[in-house]
């Protein structure tokens, strides 16, 4: 029997989209107000959910106290009230898309949670625009 469990977190960041190897008019004609060289912030909603068989003894897919931590330990602590550009190691030449954070997020994650469980990662950027990763 195969369970999907979600947790959500919030972190706050600021990045800037902007490729250094393209000219202002570029990066302003693909990134528009995004492009932004003094940066601007988001208030990021993540939903990570892990699917998996119940464990029998347990009732659960995964502790979600233990899954809280992790997501603490591993997104929130990392990037909350962060410059993902300036601070965030994964994002110093890798511009930080919501595409590119749910990515890292996952990444993060994904070696905390057991092999036979799926990971999937929902980064909301503004309640209206989100990205779904699941590890393909």
């Known amino acids: 029997m195969k369970v999907k469990v979600s947790r959500k977190a ?14 202002t008019e570029r990066n302003d004609r693909i990134f528009g107000k995004c492009n932004n ?5 988001h208030n990021y909603e993540l ?3 892990v699917t998996g068989d119940v464990d029998p003894e347990t ?11 992790l997501i603490r330990d591993e997104v929130e602590n ?5 410059n993902l550009n300036l601070e965030v190691t994964e994002f110093k030449k890798l511009n930080p898309t919501a595409e590119n954070i749910a990515v890292i997020a996952w990444n993060r994650l994904r070696p905390h949670i057991a092999k036979d469980k799926q990971l999937e990662v929902v980064l909301y950027e503004t ?10």
């Not at 919030?10 to 000219?23: E, K, M, T």
């Not at 309640?127 to 393909?136: A, I």
Request: hydrophobic share 40%; aromatic share 16%.
């Open 78 to 82: 990392a990037f909350d009230h962060k």
């Open 59 to 69: 009732g659960f897919v995964i502790d979600m106290k233990v899954l809280k931590e």
């Open 47 to 49: 939903i990570v959910s």
């Open 127 to 136: 309640p209206r625009n989100f990205v779904t990763y699941s590890g393909e």
């Open 10 to 23: 919030h972190f706050n960041a600021a990045h800037r989209l902007y490729r250094p190897d393209w000219s």
């Open 37 to 41: 060289p003094n940066f601007h912030g």
